[in-house]
C-alpha cells in the first residue's frame, strides 16, 4: 500500500528535481507525497469545499495537479498513481488516479476521477498545451483579466505611456 512520504517536497530549486512542462520550468512545494513500491500518490490540499476533478481542469484553467504529479515522479523515480486536490472542509477529494496503481478506487474520491494510461498521457498533453498557449500569450501581451471585469475583487488597470499596463488596484 501507500505510505506517506514527503511533506513539502519542494521541486524545480536549486537543490531539487527539474520540472518543466509546456516549455516551462517550475518551482513549488507539494503538500504531500506517499508512496509504494511502484508508484508515487500526490495530495494538495485545498481550504475550499468544492474541488475539481480532471474533467474540469482545462475549463478552470488548473495545471497544479499534473505538474505536481510530474514533480514527484521526478523525485522518486517512480510512475505517477494520481494526484489530487483534498478539501480540508469536506474531505472529498478529487483530481485524477490510475486505478490499476492505487489498487482500486478511493475512499473519499469519486469513481469519475479514475483514469488509464491513455487518459494519463492525454492530460499530460493538454496541460503542456494550456502551458505553451498561456506563456505565448503572456509574451505577446496578451494577459486576460481573471477574475471577470464585473467582481469587485477584479484588479483596476491604467493604461501607461509605450503600450504598458499598469495595476492601479487590487
Known amino acids: 500500500g501507500f505510505v506517506p512520504t514527503d511533506q513539502e517536497l519542494g521541486f524545480g530549486g536549486p537543490d531539487d528535481a527539474p520540472v518543466s512542462l509546456g516549455g516551462v520550468r517550475f518551482r513549488g512545494r507539494i503538500d504531500r507525497v506517499d508512496c509504494s513500491s511502484g508508484a ?3 495530495t494538495d490540499y485545498k481550504s475550499s469545499r468544492r474541488v475539481s476533478g480532471h ?3 482545462a475549463d ?4 497544479q495537479a499534473v505538474v505536481y504529479a510530474l514533480a514527484a515522479a521526478a523525485a522518486y523515480e517512480l510512475p505517477v498513481a494520481g494526484s489530487v486536490y483534498r478539501s480540508l472542509r469536506s474531505r472529498q477529494m478529487r483530481g485524477f488516479w490510475r486505478s490499476d496503481l492505487v489498487g482500486g478506487q478511493l475512499a473519499l474520491g469519486r469513481e469519475e476521477d479514475a483514469i488509464g494510461d491513455s487518459v494519463f498521457d492525454e492530460l499530460l498533453v493538454q496541460t503542456a498545451e494550456r502551458i505553451e498557449t498561456a506563456v505565448a500569450g503572456i509574451r505577446a501581451g496578451r494577459v ?4 471577470s471585469p464585473s467582481s469587485p475583487f477584479a484588479p483596476t488597470f491604467a493604461e501607461r505611456p509605450g503600450g504598458y499596463t499598469r495595476i492601479t488596484k487590487i
Open 40 to 42: 508515487v500518490f500526490v
Open 55 to 57: 474533467a474540469k481542469f
Open 60 to 63: 478552470e484553467s488548473k495545471i
Open 144 to 147: 486576460p483579466r481573471e477574475p
